[in-house]
Protein backbone atom coordinates (compact mmCIF):
# COMPACT_ATOMS: atom_id res chain seq x y z
CA UNK A 1 0.00 0.00 0.00
CA UNK A 2 1.20 3.66 -0.49
CA UNK A 3 1.23 6.32 1.47
CA UNK A 4 -1.21 8.04 -0.68
CA UNK A 5 -3.46 5.02 0.09
CA UNK A 6 -2.55 5.20 3.75
CA UNK A 7 -3.85 8.77 3.58
CA UNK A 8 -7.28 7.91 1.87
CA UNK A 9 -8.09 5.18 4.28
CA UNK A 10 -6.72 7.50 7.26
CA UNK A 11 -9.31 10.37 5.82
CA UNK A 12 -12.57 8.21 5.74
CA UNK A 13 -12.24 6.94 9.15
CA UNK A 14 -11.56 10.54 10.36
CA UNK A 15 -14.32 11.65 8.63
CA UNK A 16 -16.76 8.04 9.60
CA UNK A 17 -15.69 8.80 13.33
CA UNK A 18 -16.73 12.72 13.17
CA UNK A 19 -19.81 12.03 11.11
CA UNK A 20 -20.54 9.77 14.35
CA UNK A 21 -19.68 12.33 16.86
CA UNK A 22 -21.87 15.83 14.69
CA UNK A 23 -25.04 13.10 14.65
CA UNK A 24 -28.05 15.12 14.33
CA UNK A 25 -32.04 15.41 14.71
CA UNK A 26 -34.14 16.87 12.24
CA UNK A 27 -38.02 17.66 12.24
CA UNK A 28 -39.09 17.67 8.82
CA UNK A 29 -42.95 18.59 7.34
CA UNK A 30 -43.82 16.84 4.36
CA UNK A 31 -47.18 17.86 2.04
CA UNK A 32 -48.95 15.78 -0.76
CA UNK A 33 -52.07 16.93 -2.07
CA UNK A 34 -54.89 14.81 -1.07
CA UNK A 35 -56.11 12.27 -3.53
CA UNK A 36 -59.54 13.14 -3.12
CA UNK A 37 -60.90 14.84 -6.38
CA UNK A 38 -61.95 17.56 -4.21
CA UNK A 39 -62.61 17.88 -0.31
CA UNK A 40 -64.89 21.02 -0.33
CA UNK A 41 -66.76 22.97 -3.27
CA UNK A 42 -69.23 25.61 -4.31
CA UNK A 43 -70.88 25.93 -7.83
CA UNK A 44 -73.61 28.26 -6.40
CA UNK A 45 -76.17 25.85 -8.35
CA UNK A 46 -78.28 25.88 -5.31
CA UNK A 47 -79.88 29.04 -6.16
CA UNK A 48 -79.23 30.37 -2.56
CA UNK A 49 -76.07 31.85 -0.43
CA UNK A 50 -77.24 29.29 2.58
CA UNK A 51 -73.03 28.25 2.54
CA UNK A 52 -72.30 32.19 3.49
CA UNK A 53 -72.26 34.88 5.34
CA UNK A 54 -72.64 38.72 4.09
CA UNK A 55 -70.20 40.77 6.32
CA UNK A 56 -70.04 43.96 3.45
CA UNK A 57 -71.54 45.31 0.76
CA UNK A 58 -74.13 42.82 -1.36
CA UNK A 59 -74.62 39.79 -2.40
CA UNK A 60 -76.39 38.03 -4.84
CA UNK A 61 -77.31 34.75 -6.97
CA UNK A 62 -77.44 35.42 -10.70
CA UNK A 63 -78.15 33.56 -13.89
CA UNK A 64 -76.05 36.10 -16.03
CA UNK A 65 -73.10 36.04 -16.71
CA UNK A 66 -72.31 32.33 -15.70
CA UNK A 67 -69.17 30.19 -15.99
CA UNK A 68 -70.71 27.21 -16.28
CA UNK A 69 -73.95 25.40 -14.82
CA UNK A 70 -77.08 28.07 -13.99
CA UNK A 71 -75.93 30.49 -11.50
CA UNK A 72 -72.83 32.52 -10.47
CA UNK A 73 -72.26 34.86 -7.91
CA UNK A 74 -72.44 38.81 -7.75
CA UNK A 75 -70.48 40.73 -5.66
CA UNK A 76 -71.06 44.89 -5.51
CA UNK A 77 -69.83 47.53 -2.45
CA UNK A 78 -69.37 51.12 -2.12
CA UNK A 79 -65.44 50.37 -1.40
CA UNK A 80 -64.53 46.97 -0.35
CA UNK A 81 -67.20 44.10 0.00
CA UNK A 82 -66.99 41.00 0.95
CA UNK A 83 -69.02 37.45 2.11
CA UNK A 84 -67.35 34.75 4.06
CA UNK A 85 -67.95 30.87 3.40
CA UNK A 86 -69.04 29.16 6.87
CA UNK A 87 -68.14 25.92 8.14
CA UNK A 88 -64.85 26.26 6.02
CA UNK A 89 -61.54 26.01 8.12
CA UNK A 90 -58.66 25.33 6.52
CA UNK A 91 -55.17 26.40 5.29
CA UNK A 92 -52.73 24.09 3.15
CA UNK A 93 -54.27 23.30 -0.11
CA UNK A 94 -55.40 24.28 -3.54
CA UNK A 95 -58.12 27.12 -3.68
CA UNK A 96 -59.79 27.56 -7.54
CA UNK A 97 -62.32 30.09 -8.44
CA UNK A 98 -63.45 31.42 -11.45
CA UNK A 99 -63.78 35.25 -11.60
CA UNK A 100 -65.04 37.92 -14.24
CA UNK A 101 -64.89 41.91 -13.34
CA UNK A 102 -67.26 44.06 -15.17
CA UNK A 103 -66.26 47.27 -16.84
CA UNK A 104 -69.14 49.11 -14.87
CA UNK A 105 -66.66 51.02 -12.69
CA UNK A 106 -63.22 52.09 -13.50
CA UNK A 107 -61.92 50.52 -10.67
CA UNK A 108 -64.15 47.85 -10.14
CA UNK A 109 -61.50 44.81 -8.61
CA UNK A 110 -62.10 40.82 -7.43
CA UNK A 111 -60.67 39.73 -4.44
CA UNK A 112 -60.40 36.21 -2.99
CA UNK A 113 -58.63 36.05 0.93
CA UNK A 114 -57.63 32.60 2.09
CA UNK A 115 -56.65 31.53 5.56
CA UNK A 116 -59.10 34.55 6.87
CA UNK A 117 -59.33 34.12 10.43
CA UNK A 118 -60.87 37.86 10.52
CA UNK A 119 -60.48 41.35 8.05
CA UNK A 120 -57.10 42.20 9.90
CA UNK A 121 -55.35 39.09 9.36
CA UNK A 122 -55.57 37.06 6.21
CA UNK A 123 -54.00 36.74 2.72
CA UNK A 124 -55.67 38.48 -0.03
CA UNK A 125 -55.16 37.91 -3.67
CA UNK A 126 -56.62 40.88 -5.98
CA UNK A 127 -57.41 40.94 -9.39
CA UNK A 128 -57.39 43.91 -11.19
CA UNK A 129 -58.51 44.28 -14.81
CA UNK A 130 -56.58 46.11 -17.43
CA UNK A 131 -59.35 48.94 -17.13
CA UNK A 132 -58.81 49.98 -13.61
CA UNK A 133 -56.25 52.52 -12.40
CA UNK A 134 -54.14 49.66 -11.53
CA UNK A 135 -54.03 46.48 -13.95
CA UNK A 136 -53.06 43.32 -12.49
CA UNK A 137 -52.28 40.70 -9.78
CA UNK A 138 -51.42 41.63 -6.42
CA UNK A 139 -50.42 39.23 -3.46
CA UNK A 140 -51.25 40.79 0.24
CA UNK A 141 -50.64 39.46 3.74
CA UNK A 142 -52.49 41.41 6.84
CA UNK A 143 -51.27 40.73 10.01
CA UNK A 144 -53.13 42.70 13.21
CA UNK A 145 -54.41 45.14 10.53
CA UNK A 146 -51.04 45.91 8.86
CA UNK A 147 -51.19 45.07 5.20
CA UNK A 148 -48.10 44.20 3.24
CA UNK A 149 -47.68 43.32 -0.48
CA UNK A 150 -45.97 39.39 -0.97
CA UNK A 151 -45.91 40.00 -4.47
CA UNK A 152 -47.10 41.94 -7.88
CA UNK A 153 -47.41 41.46 -11.34
CA UNK A 154 -48.52 44.44 -13.69
CA UNK A 155 -48.18 42.61 -17.20
CA UNK A 156 -50.60 40.80 -19.00
CA UNK A 157 -53.81 41.54 -16.63
CA UNK A 158 -57.04 39.75 -17.11
CA UNK A 159 -59.32 42.03 -19.92
CA UNK A 160 -63.01 42.99 -18.40
CA UNK A 161 -66.10 40.96 -19.08
CA UNK A 162 -64.19 37.71 -18.88
CA UNK A 163 -64.06 34.16 -17.33
CA UNK A 164 -60.73 33.28 -15.58
CA UNK A 165 -59.71 30.52 -14.01
CA UNK A 166 -57.05 31.01 -11.15
CA UNK A 167 -55.75 28.71 -8.62
CA UNK A 168 -53.69 29.28 -5.62
CA UNK A 169 -51.46 26.95 -3.98
CA UNK A 170 -50.51 27.57 -0.41
CA UNK A 171 -48.05 25.15 1.45
CA UNK A 172 -47.81 26.05 5.33
CA UNK A 173 -44.49 23.43 5.40
CA UNK A 174 -42.51 25.30 3.13
CA UNK A 175 -44.27 29.21 3.36
CA UNK A 176 -45.26 28.78 -0.78
CA UNK A 177 -47.83 30.78 -2.12
CA UNK A 178 -48.31 30.35 -6.01
CA UNK A 179 -50.66 31.84 -7.71
CA UNK A 180 -51.58 30.41 -11.30
CA UNK A 181 -54.12 31.81 -13.85
CA UNK A 182 -55.03 29.52 -16.89
CA UNK A 183 -52.64 27.17 -15.50
CA UNK A 184 -49.43 29.56 -15.83
CA UNK A 185 -47.86 30.55 -12.63
CA UNK A 186 -48.10 34.79 -12.52
CA UNK A 187 -47.06 35.32 -8.55
CA UNK A 188 -45.13 33.57 -6.26
CA UNK A 189 -44.42 34.09 -2.71
CA UNK A 190 -42.45 32.62 0.56
CA UNK A 191 -44.32 33.52 4.02
CA UNK A 192 -45.17 31.77 7.21
CA UNK A 193 -46.99 34.74 8.81
CA UNK A 194 -50.22 32.90 9.29
CA UNK A 195 -50.05 28.95 9.63
CA UNK A 196 -52.86 28.04 11.29
CA UNK A 197 -56.59 27.64 9.35
CA UNK A 198 -59.14 30.04 8.53
CA UNK A 199 -61.74 30.35 6.28
CA UNK A 200 -62.18 31.92 2.64
CA UNK A 201 -63.41 35.26 1.55
CA UNK A 202 -64.70 36.48 -2.20
CA UNK A 203 -65.17 40.07 -2.31
CA UNK A 204 -65.08 43.33 -4.59
CA UNK A 205 -63.98 46.92 -4.87
CA UNK A 206 -67.13 48.90 -6.46
CA UNK A 207 -68.75 46.63 -9.31
CA UNK A 208 -69.14 44.46 -10.22
CA UNK A 209 -67.31 41.07 -9.61
CA UNK A 210 -68.35 37.47 -10.30
CA UNK A 211 -67.39 34.05 -8.78
CA UNK A 212 -68.23 30.82 -10.17
CA UNK A 213 -67.05 27.08 -9.07
CA UNK A 214 -65.05 27.93 -5.95
CA UNK A 215 -63.14 24.60 -4.99
CA UNK A 216 -60.65 23.77 -2.58
CA UNK A 217 -57.97 20.48 -2.83
CA UNK A 218 -56.39 19.82 0.83
CA UNK A 219 -52.76 19.33 1.20
CA UNK A 220 -52.32 16.03 3.56
CA UNK A 221 -49.20 17.19 5.79
CA UNK A 222 -46.82 14.65 7.63
CA UNK A 223 -43.90 15.87 10.59
CA UNK A 224 -41.49 13.18 10.46
CA UNK A 225 -38.15 13.03 13.02
CA UNK A 226 -34.84 12.78 11.03
CA UNK A 227 -32.34 11.69 13.81
CA UNK A 228 -29.52 9.52 14.21
CA UNK A 229 -29.83 5.29 14.15
Known sequence: ????????????????????????????????????????????????????TQQVGTATVVTAPVSAGIYSVQMQAQGVGYMTANNFSRSSGVYAFDTRVSLVDFDADSYFWFQFQDFNNNYLFAVMPGNSDNPGYYLYR?????????AV??????????????????DTCTGLIEVSRLGSVVLTATDFSLLQPGTIAIGSQSRFAYFDNISFNELTQAVVTVGPP
Open 1 to 52: MTNSDDMRTVTKEILRVSLRSFAFMAVLCLSALSPLAQTWSEDFESGTLSNW
Open 142 to 150: RVNGVYTLL
Open 153 to 170: ENSNPVAPDQWNRFEILR
